[in-house]
C-alpha cells in the first residue's frame, strides 16, 4: 500500500469518526429537557444543530458548484447528487428556524410558515407515527396534516414521555 493511499484512508477514518461523533452529539440534545415558558414546554433546535445547519447549507453551495463544472457526460448524476443537497439543506433549514413545536397539557402549538399558526387541542390528535426513512416521530391532527418530530429536538424524550402517559398503547398496537 502506498503512502498516499494510506494518507486517504486515514483521512476517511477520521472524517467518519468526526460525523459519527457529531450525529451522536446532536441527537443528545433531544435527551435535554424543553425550555418552558410559563406552563409550555418550547421543543428547540440547539445553537450546535443550527450552526451545523448552516454549515451543511455553506458545503451544499460547493457540492453545486462542482456540480456545476462536471464534465459533460457525468452533469445528469451531478445534478441529482446536487438536487438531492439542495433538497435536503432547505428541508433542514425550514425545519430548524423557522419550525416551532411547543405543547401544555392542553394544546399542541405548531407554527411554521407554510401551515400557520395552530393551537391544537391534544382531542384533536388523530395519529401518532414513526417515519424510518427519515428517522422520526410524527404527529397527525385534524388542522395539520404531519408535524414532524426529530430526535435533534432538545424536549424530543419529555414530549414522548407526555404522549406515552397521555395516550397509552392499546393491546392492538402493543402486538404490531
Do not use: K
Amino acid at each position: 500500500m502506498t503512502q498516499a493511499r494510506l494518507l486517504e484512508i486515514t483521512f476517511y477514518a477520521i472524517g467518519f469518526a468526526l460525523c459519527g461523533a457529531l450525529v451522536v452529539g446532536l441527537l443528545r440534545h433531544g435527551q435535554r429537557p424543553a425550555r418552558r415558558q410559563g406552563q409550555r414546554r418550547i421543543l428547540d433546535y440547539s445553537r450546535a444543530l443550527r450552526f451545523t445547519t448552516l454549515g451543511y447549507t455553506a458545503c451544499t453551495a460547493f457540492v453545486v458548484y462542482a456540480a456545476w463544472h462536471a464534465h459533460p457526460r457525468q452533469h445528469l448524476v451531478a445534478a441529482l447528487v446536487a438536487g438531492g443537497f439542495v433538497l435536503f439543506a432547505l428541508f433542514w433549514l425550514y425545519q430548524v428556524f423557522f419550525v416551532h413545536i411547543a405543547y401544555d397539557n392542553n394544546y399542541l402549538y405548531y407554527h411554521s410558515p407554510l401551515a400557520g399558526e395552530h393551537a391544537i387541542p391534544w382531542d384533536d390528535l388523530l395519529d401518532i407515527g414513526f417515519s424510518r426513512a427519515i428517522g422520526s416521530h410524527y404527529l397527525v391532527t385534524s388542522s395539520v396534516r404531519r408535524i414532524w418530530c426529530f430526535p435533534m429536538l432538545q424536549g424530543y424524550a419529555e414530549l414522548g414521555e407526555f404522549l406515552a402517559n397521555r395516550f397509552p398503547p392499546t393491546d392492538q398496537e402493543e402486538g404490531t
